[in-house]
């Protein structure tokens, strides 16, 4: 059993290089992990509140075609 930061990290070091990377990825990930579930319950919230906006008709759609275009003029 591994007993200290040092020994993990030494541990890490001799792993292929795609094994050094996913583990990289996870450690960072677990890191984000508080953050990614507020963000995600945040986005939850807003959809819905933009759902029953547009369901209530307090709100009108715009088709992607026009979004793209208006998004492609800007950029000109």
Do not use: C
């Not at 979004?67 to 003029?73: D, E, L, N, P, T």
């Amino acid at each position: 059993m591994l007993h200290s930061i040092s020994e993990l990290a030494l541990h890490g070091k001799q792993l292929p290089p795609a094994e050094r990377e996913q583990l990289v990825d996870e450690l960072l990930a677990s890191l984000n992990e508080p953050a990614v579930t507020q963000l995600d319950a945040a986005w939850s919230e807003e959809v819905a509140r933009r759902l029953k906006a547009y369901d209530l008709g307090n709100v009108k759609a715009i088709s992607a075609e026009d979004v793209f275009a208006k998004a492609r003029a800007i950029a000109r």
